[in-house]
């Protein structure tokens, strides 16, 4: 009897894998440095992990909208957005608020140019996105000759900067991915999402305004991936072309890694971090033990595979 | 001579793209080529099919290994070995040395001059070698001191070489001579 | 049964008020093609719609829904009042799978149960509560997931939903069908109650005559045309059965509309190939235009060289993309077999010759992974795509080894009269061509995408089926990957990276579809050669390279935009 009740518990929570995989990861890398640094490599996974979480989260929500619906602009969103913001910022502080302002601004652009896309034009997403981040990576391209601002003071302090070695903006992404997950729970969007999600037309057929749920899906999606990018870059010193090039597949990876189903329909928020964590520590565990480039990334997509595989995959509808 | 038209392409790093690239201007008519190569071997096809062409190849920077091709670089192997000389007697011979591999050469304007101005020999009818090895260049601290009281916040100081000098190099390859050396506080270009 | 009308007849309460003549109108259809007569619906009605299945009664309904939607005055339909929809194929139109059966209740109000922006939970709970008691939904409490209930109770919450909506109208689609006698009596009493005590109007589309007798009035249909509208006290089953099949002048019209579909599905088929064959030709002028000595042998063959890998490269793609899948690891495969092929196959052919079917083998087998765990590919081959990377470093960590010599042979060859790239497109397509679209089994293997019930009851194996798929492009992977190791000579584990979302514009460009199996490889050839061409075009206009990516994005949106459009054309 206990058993059916744990597993049920567990069942509730498909973020559990994801949480526990990076537990056993991380102990793995404390036993290969025999505990010195063991801290400081939580520490700056937590950094670096945020990174993902954030556009993360855009994509899950994007997923969630139903099948077929995906964010395929992201890295492109995130380059643009550092290289526009870095370029007001000039490495100066009174360019600070003007380089966020501009960041948001190519994030809501990229939404928008998404959502007439994908909405208005009826394209595929996968391809709309596609096309849409091709664009907005040749404006990156074509803005980068040149270019090599640096961000101001305060974004590079903030970016980095650590409380009781945790760092401030994780700690800012657990609240953004809790309001998030209030937001898919309680709000009339939220719920929307989740329904248009299950069943595109039986949420219309209940009077939900499909369109508009699934465009400020996207808007989210691509607001986050330039606060992303901003962050990014404002850690890094800079922007650079291929700034992004991994988050393209690391976005869709932490989404299913942590829990939500491909098919849309169920958003698990807290897997997004547990995923994020988890191949953060699987790259670090290589590293620790000198594994060579080409076995660390085949051990990386075993693990997501075998993980994919193991966890409790939903029925196809 | 400088007159002769020009044309710029890049490929951001994707070396298909680059190949590509080299094809549509082989068909443009293009007498030479030169190339700062996005991948070591990968263009070693369309190179043969652009010398087959009887087009003048120059590869710099980044350098491809086709066989048929002018390379004009650095000799990198002696450049890590000074580097990692200079590093160790610092450290007095201990410690710990980190290694960040990343992206070669960021002189390439430079570089790009140079390469132009070899293509142009060869197209002249210059005898030259299909090995170029650029002088090293040395910075003293007096060069330092001279550009930090020009450079803005983030600029980049770029010492331009002239095509005297450059002559003198292709000579000192082509007659096996020492290198002469590269000269010093030459003309500096900042940006920022 | 009949007998049964005039008995239930007398057991109506009729309260005047309600009936009144002269109360609220509801929906008002002027005379159109459908019916002759003022279509009018008002509070407290019960309307019923009836004849045969599929002749006019949904889209009736549908077109009221949509009608409560819009703001337009000017058509001939006006609704007045908010409308709530209860669908009979609840697994199509109706239940939210993954919710709970409270908050399939409560979905359609959810605005109401808002405080401060967010959604009084407890408030709803109670709600949803209430309404299970009201229409007896069995379930020990609204938090079970939906899918554990019954049907008939599933059908029950579809009707609590528009209850608890509290529309003026509520339109039925079939929605008892299949639901146990005891819940449809239950269901009857709930409606009548509805309709005399809060005034609501029901527009009810059964096939079930006998359902009929909780109608005020039944306009019978035929061939999407109301041929009858009957009172309830001449209500008789066999008027309406006379009815369902009375004949009208409009049903020639109706014959000649239905070729219409037949033919257009045909063009639409044509149109989707034709687009990019049209692109094309337009671009070749172009560049004839522009750079004449494209337009030689010579020319044509450099222009188009690199096209013969992402030819394959799509080919393999769209081999995925028929099983409805997607794969993302294509171009890390194709730098795979580049250095397998560059490493080993000129040197020790066993060896290479053998890693190479190794990696077929590892596609297949993702294909079976992808199948037997019912894993969405998109994440597999994400995967995967890391690991055919890892070991195209391992085996070759910097760019080196050779070509085998037959291999440059073999792309360098000068065939007679037609280039090289251009005889192996035409090739390529058409042998895609005959074995996607012309044999059964092809017929099979695209129906995975689409119809895979299908493919199950004529015995075919759809696990054998996908695996095949994934095979299949495995092996076209694999001559992508020999065709770029001939072009560049040598080997580089970063080649490749490029064609997995070229290979993917390319299938799409060239007419195919993610879902559904819908794929052309004429097209997806023709599509190659436009991207290759693309980016001939730009150089030889002297456009900045920077914009190479953005012209890509162009071309794909304005291929797609215009099928949009020609689509909704021919509606």
Same mark, same amino acid.
């Given at each position: 009897?206990?058993?059916?009740?744990?597993?049920?518990?567990?069942?509730?929570?498909?973020?559990?894998?994801? !949480?526990?995989?990076?537990?056993?990861?991380?102990?793995?890398?404390?036993?290969?440095?025999?505990?010195?640094?063991?801290?400081?490599?939580?520490?700056?996974?937590?950094? !670096?992990?945020?990174?993902?979480?954030? *556009?993360?989260?855009?994509?899950?929500?994007?997923?969630?909208?139903?099948?077929?619906?995906?964010?395929?602009?992201?890295?492109?969103?995130?380059?643009?957005?550092?290289?526009?913001?870095?370029?007001?910022?000039?490495?100066?502080?009174?360019?600070?608020?003007?380089?966020?302002?501009?960041?948001?601004?190519?994030?809501?652009?990229?939404?928008?140019?998404?959502?007439?896309?994908?909405?208005?034009?009826?394209?595929?997403?996968?391809?709309?996105?596609?096309?849409?981040?091709?664009?907005?990576?040749?404006?990156?391209?074509?803005?980068?000759?040149?270019?090599?601002?640096?961000?101001?003071?305060?974004?590079?302090?903030?970016?980095?900067?650590?409380?009781?070695?945790?760092?401030?903006?994780?700690?800012?992404?657990?609240?953004?991915?809790?309001?998030?997950?209030?937001?898919?729970?309680?709000?009339?969007?939220?719920?929307? *999402?989740?329904?248009?999600?299950?069943?595109?037309?039986?949420?219309?057929?209940?009077?939900?305004?499909?369109?508009?749920?699934?465009?400020?899906?996207?808007?989210?999606?691509?607001?986050?991936?330039?606060?992303?990018?901003?962050?990014?870059?404002?850690?890094?010193?800079?922007?650079?072309?291929?700034?992004?090039?991994?988050?393209?597949?690391?976005?869709?990876?932490?989404?299913?890694?942590?829990?939500?189903?491909?098919?849309?329909?169920?958003?698990?928020?807290?897997?997004?971090?547990?995923?994020?964590?988890?191949?953060?520590?699987? *790259?670090?565990?290589?590293?620790?033990?000198?594994?060579?480039?080409?076995?660390?990334?085949?051990?990386?997509?075993?693990?997501?595979?075998? *993980?994919?595989?193991?966890?409790?995959?939903?029925?196809?509808? | 001579?400088?007159?002769?038209?020009?044309?710029?392409?890049?490929? #951001? #790093?994707?070396?298909?793209?680059?190949?590509?690239?080299?094809?549509?201007?082989?068909?443009?008519?293009?007498?030479?080529?030169?190339?700062?190569?996005?991948?070591?071997?990968?263009?070693?096809?369309?190179?043969?099919?652009?010398?087959?062409?009887?087009?003048?190849?120059?590869?710099?920077?980044?350098?491809?290994?086709?066989?048929?091709?002018?390379?004009?670089?650095?000799?990198?192997?002696?450049?890590?070995?000074?580097?990692?000389?200079?590093?160790?007697?610092?450290?007095?011979?201990?410690?710990?040395?980190?290694?960040?591999?990343?992206?070669?050469?960021?002189?390439?304007?430079?570089?790009?001059?140079?390469?132009?101005?070899?293509?142009?020999?060869?197209?002249?009818?210059?005898?030259?070698?299909?090995?170029?090895?650029?002088?090293?260049?040395?910075?003293?601290?007096?060069?330092?001191?001279?550009?930090?009281?020009?450079?803005?916040?983030?600029?980049?100081?770029?010492?331009?070489?002239?095509?005297?000098?450059?002559?003198?190099?292709?000579?000192? #390859?082509?007659?096996?001579?020492?290198?002469?050396?590269?000269?010093?506080?030459?003309?500096?270009?900042?940006?920022? | 049964?009949?007998?049964?009308?005039?008995?239930?007849?007398?057991?109506?309460?009729?309260?005047?008020?309600?009936?009144?003549?002269?109360?609220?109108?509801?929906?008002?259809?002027?005379?159109?093609?459908?019916?002759?007569?003022?279509?009018?619906?008002?509070?407290?009605?019960?309307?019923?719609?009836?004849?045969?299945?599929?002749?006019?009664?949904?889209?009736?309904?549908?077109?009221?829904?949509?009608?409560?939607?819009?703001?337009?005055?000017?058509?001939?339909?006006?609704?007045?009042?908010?409308?709530?929809?209860?669908?009979?194929?609840?697994?199509?139109?109706?239940?939210?799978?993954?919710?709970?059966?409270?908050?399939? +209740?409560?979905?359609?109000?959810?605005?109401?149960? +808002?405080?401060?922006?967010?959604?009084?939970?407890?408030?709803?709970?109670?709600?949803?509560?209430?309404?299970?008691?009201?229409?007896?939904?069995?379930?020990?409490?609204?938090?079970?997931?939906?899918?554990?209930?019954?049907?008939?109770?599933?059908?029950?919450?579809?009707?609590?939903?528009?209850?608890?909506?509290?529309?003026?109208?509520?339109?039925?689609?079939?929605?008892?069908?299949?639901?146990?006698?005891?819940?449809?009596?239950?269901?009857?009493?709930?409606?009548?109650?509805?309709?005399?005590?809060?005034?609501?109007?029901?527009?009810?589309?059964?096939?079930?005559?006998?359902?009929?007798?909780?109608?005020?009035?039944?306009?019978?249909?035929?061939?999407?045309?109301?041929?009858?509208?009957?009172?309830?006290?001449?209500?008789?089953?066999?008027?309406?059965?006379?009815?369902?099949?009375?004949?009208?002048?409009? +049903?020639?019209?109706?014959?000649?509309?239905?070729?219409?579909?037949?033919?257009?599905?045909?063009?639409?088929?044509?149109?989707?190939? &034709?687009?990019?064959?049209?692109?094309?030709? &337009?671009?070749?002028?172009?560049?004839?235009?522009?750079?004449?000595?494209?337009?030689?042998?010579?020319?044509?063959?450099?222009?188009?060289?690199?096209?013969?890998?992402?030819?394959?490269?799509?080919?393999?793609?769209?081999?995925?993309?028929?099983?409805?899948?997607?794969?993302?690891?294509?171009?890390?495969?194709?730098? &795979?077999?580049?250095?397998?092929?560059?490493?080993?196959?000129?040197?020790?052919?066993?060896?290479?010759?053998?890693?190479?079917?190794?990696?077929?083998?590892?596609?297949?087998?993702?294909?079976?992974?992808?199948?037997?765990?019912?894993?969405?590919?998109?994440?597999? +081959?994400?995967?995967?795509?890391?690991?055919?990377?890892?070991?195209?470093?391992?085996?070759?960590?910097?760019?080196?080894?050779?070509?085998?010599?037959?291999?440059?042979?073999?792309?360098?060859?000068?065939?007679?009269?037609?280039?090289?790239?251009?005889?192996?497109?035409?090739?390529?397509?058409?042998?895609?061509?005959? &074995?996607?679209?012309?044999?059964?089994?092809?017929?099979?293997?695209?129906?995975?995408?689409?119809?895979?019930?299908?493919?199950?009851?004529?015995?075919?194996?759809?696990?054998?089926?996908?695996?095949?798929?994934?095979?299949?492009?495995?092996?076209?992977?694999?001559?992508?990957?020999?065709?770029?190791?001939?072009?560049?000579?040598?080997?580089?584990?970063?080649?490749?990276?490029?064609?997995?979302?070229?290979?993917?514009?390319?299938?799409?460009?060239?007419?195919?579809?993610?879902?559904?199996?819908?794929?052309?490889?004429?097209?997806?050839?023709?599509?190659?050669?436009?991207?290759?061409?693309?980016?001939?075009?730009?150089?030889?206009?002297?456009?900045?390279?920077?914009?190479?990516?953005?012209?890509?994005?162009?071309?794909?949106?304005?291929?797609?935009?215009?099928?949009?459009?020609?689509?909704?054309?021919?509606?």
């Amino acid at each position: 009897m206990k058993k059916g009740v744990f597993r049920a518990w567990i069942e509730m929570r498909p973020w559990i894998w994801s !949480f526990l995989g990076a537990a056993i990861v991380w102990l793995l890398i404390a036993g290969v440095v025999q505990g010195r640094g063991a801290g400081a490599t939580l520490s700056i996974a937590l950094q !670096f992990s945020t990174f993902y979480v954030v *556009v993360g989260i855009g994509q899950m929500i994007v997923i969630t909208a139903g099948p077929g619906n995906i964010d395929l602009s992201i890295p492109s969103v995130m380059t643009l957005a550092a290289y526009l913001a870095m370029g007001i910022m000039q490495g100066q502080d009174p360019g600070l608020l003007p380089g966020i302002a501009v960041a948001l601004g190519v994030g809501l652009g990229a939404g928008l140019i998404n959502i007439i896309l994908t909405q208005g034009l009826r394209i595929p997403p996968m391809v709309g996105t596609l096309a849409a981040g091709f664009v907005l990576q040749s404006i990156a391209i074509a803005y980068s000759r040149g270019s090599t601002a640096k961000p101001a003071p305060t974004l590079l302090n903030f970016a980095g900067a650590r409380v009781l070695g945790i760092p401030i903006i994780s700690v800012l992404f657990i609240l953004v991915a809790v309001a998030v997950a209030v937001a898919l729970r309680r709000t009339v969007w939220g719920r929307s *999402v989740l329904a248009v999600g299950q069943n595109r037309r039986a949420a219309h057929l209940a009077g939900i305004r499909v369109s508009r749920t699934i465009a400020l899906a996207y808007l989210l999606s691509a607001l986050l991936a330039s606060v992303a990018g901003l962050l990014l870059a404002g850690y890094s010193g800079g922007a650079s072309l291929n700034m992004a090039e991994e988050y393209l597949l690391i976005s869709i990876a932490v989404v299913v890694l942590g829990g939500t189903s491909i098919a849309g329909g169920s958003a698990i928020v807290p897997g997004v971090w547990g995923a994020s964590i988890l191949l953060y520590l699987i *790259v670090t565990m290589l590293n620790v033990m000198r594994v060579s480039a080409g076995l660390r990334l085949v051990i990386t997509g075993l693990i997501i595979i075998a *993980v994919l595989a193991v966890a409790k995959s939903r029925a196809r509808a | 001579m400088s007159s002769s038209k020009t044309k710029v392409v890049n490929s #951001n #790093n994707s070396a298909p793209e680059q190949a590509s690239q080299i094809e549509n201007l082989i068909v443009e008519g293009w007498k030479a080529i030169v190339i700062d190569a996005a991948s070591d071997t990968a263009l070693n096809g369309v190179i043969k099919e652009a010398t087959d062409a009887g087009i003048v190849v120059v590869v710099f920077d980044a350098l491809a290994t086709a066989p048929s091709a002018y390379k004009v670089a650095y000799n990198y192997v002696s450049m890590g070995q000074q580097e990692a000389d200079f590093v160790a007697k610092r450290l007095n011979g201990k410690g710990n040395v980190l290694e960040i591999r990343g992206v070669a050469g960021t002189s390439v304007d430079n570089d790009i001059s140079n390469a132009f101005w070899v293509a142009q020999q060869i197209l002249a009818g210059e005898k030259v070698p299909m090995t170029i090895e650029l002088p090293l260049p040395v910075i003293e601290q007096s060069d330092f001191d001279a550009w930090l009281k020009v450079l803005p916040p983030g600029g980049v100081a770029t010492p331009v070489y002239g095509q005297e000098w450059t002559a003198e190099v292709i000579d000192a #390859n082509a007659e096996h001579k020492p290198l002469p050396k590269s000269p010093r506080g030459a003309g500096v270009s900042a940006f920022s | 049964m009949m007998g049964v009308v005039s008995e239930a007849a007398e057991q109506q309460e009729v309260s005047p008020a309600v009936r009144a003549p002269d109360r609220p109108i509801r929906v008002a259809i002027r005379p159109n093609e459908i019916q002759k007569f003022d279509f009018v619906v008002r509070t407290g009605d019960i309307v019923g719609l009836a004849g045969l299945g599929g002749h006019g009664q949904r889209d009736l309904l549908q077109r009221i829904f949509a009608a409560s939607h819009t703001v337009n005055r000017s058509s001939d339909i006006r609704v007045d009042g908010t409308v709530a929809y209860v669908s009979g194929d609840r697994q199509l139109e109706g239940i939210f799978p993954l919710s709970s059966v409270g908050e399939n +209740t409560t979905i359609g109000l959810l605005k109401r149960l +808002t405080r401060r922006g967010l959604i009084a939970l407890r408030r709803e709970m109670a709600l949803a509560e209430d309404w299970r008691t009201k229409i007896s939904i069995r379930t020990p409490s609204v938090n079970e997931p939906i899918l554990s209930l019954s049907g008939g109770n599933q059908q029950k919450v579809l009707v609590a939903r528009a209850f608890a909506t509290e529309a003026d109208i509520v339109l039925f689609d079939d929605p008892l069908h299949g639901v146990d006698i005891g819940t449809k009596r239950e269901l009857y009493e709930h409606v009548r109650r509805q309709a005399i005590d809060n005034g609501r109007c029901f527009v009810w589309y059964t096939i079930e005559n006998h359902e009929l007798v909780n109608c005020d009035r039944v306009y019978v249909f035929y061939r999407g045309q109301i041929t009858d509208e009957i009172e309830r006290a001449e209500l008789t089953e066999e008027r309406v059965i006379r009815s369902s099949f009375q004949s009208s002048s409009a +049903t020639e019209s109706e014959a000649a509309q239905e070729q219409r579909p037949i033919a257009a599905g045909l063009r639409e088929d044509h149109l989707r190939v &034709l687009l990019p064959a049209v692109a094309l030709i &337009l671009m070749l002028a172009a560049t004839f235009l522009l750079q004449p000595h494209a337009m030689s042998y010579l020319g044509l063959r450099l222009v188009f060289n690199f096209a013969i890998p992402l030819i394959f490269a799509a080919m393999a793609q769209l081999c995925i993309i028929a099983a409805s899948d997607i794969d993302l690891g294509l171009g890390s495969y194709i730098s &795979l077999v580049n250095c397998i092929t560059a490493q080993f196959l000129a040197e020790s052919p066993l060896i290479g010759g053998g890693l190479l079917l190794l990696c077929i083998v590892g596609y297949v087998a993702m294909g079976a992974l992808v199948h037997l765990r019912n894993l969405p590919s998109i994440v597999v +081959t994400l995967g995967a795509s890391f690991v055919w990377l890892g070991f195209a470093l391992l085996i070759l960590p910097t760019p080196g080894g050779t070509a085998p010599q037959w291999l440059n042979s073999v792309l360098h060859w000068q065939p007679p009269y037609v280039p090289l790239p251009i005889l192996l497109a035409i090739v390529t397509a058409i042998v895609c061509h005959l &074995l996607l679209m012309r044999t059964s089994y092809g017929v099979v293997l695209r129906g995975l995408g689409g119809n895979i019930k299908s493919i199950k009851r004529a015995g075919w194996s759809v696990v054998v089926a996908r695996m095949t798929l994934y095979g299949a492009a495995g092996v076209l992977g694999v001559f992508a990957g020999l065709a770029l190791t001939g072009l560049n000579t040598t080997g580089d584990a970063n080649v490749g990276g490029q064609y997995t979302l070229n290979s993917i514009a390319a299938v799409i460009i060239g007419g195919g579809e993610f879902f559904g199996g819908v794929v052309f490889p004429i097209g997806a050839v023709i599509a190659s050669l436009i991207l290759l061409l693309a980016g001939s075009l730009l150089l030889f206009l002297n456009v900045s390279t920077d914009w190479q990516l953005a012209v890509q994005g162009v071309i794909l949106i304005l291929v797609l935009g215009l099928r949009r459009f020609i689509r909704r054309k021919e509606r």
